[in-house]
């Protein structure tokens, strides 16, 4: 299966921005989306953005469009999150798995995430 690395979160003012990435080493063929996701305190676990790996065709939930970029490098197996104009709602553990929006919930090998604060 493969293995995912989630790097780059961190303490922020409202307003500014962050770049997460998303690092993917072992069986990495055969996924055709990598999603990003994130997990606030007492809350479940919800999808943000994902992206085709072929193609590049990307998705977003409505509270970030505008505001947040997926991207990915195929030559380096890593997808990155561009977050920009952060609330304090954004504030969450942010992970990233072979998944899309439709099909996270029963994926079960979610890594540690990265921690993003966002404060007002």
């Known amino acids: 299966q493969v293995q995912l690395v989630e790097s780059g979160g961190g303490l922020v003012q409202a307003g500014g921005s962050l770049r997460l990435s998303c690092a993917a080493s072992g069986r990495t063929s055969g996924y055709y989306y990598m999603g990003w996701f994130r997990q606030a305190p007492g809350k479940e676990r919800e999808f943000v953005a994902a992206?085709?790996?072929?193609?590049?065709?990307?998705y977003y939930t409505d509270s970030v469009k505008g505001r947040f970029t997926i991207s990915r490098d195929t030559s380096k197996n890593t997808v990155y999150l561009q977050m920009n104009s952060l609330k304090p709602e954004d504030t969450a553990v942010y992970y990233c798995?072979?998944?899309?929006?439709?099909?996270?919930?029963?994926?079960?090998?979610w890594g540690q995430g990265t921690q993003v604060t966002v404060s007002s």
């Open positions: 798995a072979p998944r899309a929006e439709w099909d996270y919930r029963a994926y079960n090998y």
């Open positions: 992206i085709r790996w072929i193609g590049g065709a990307t």
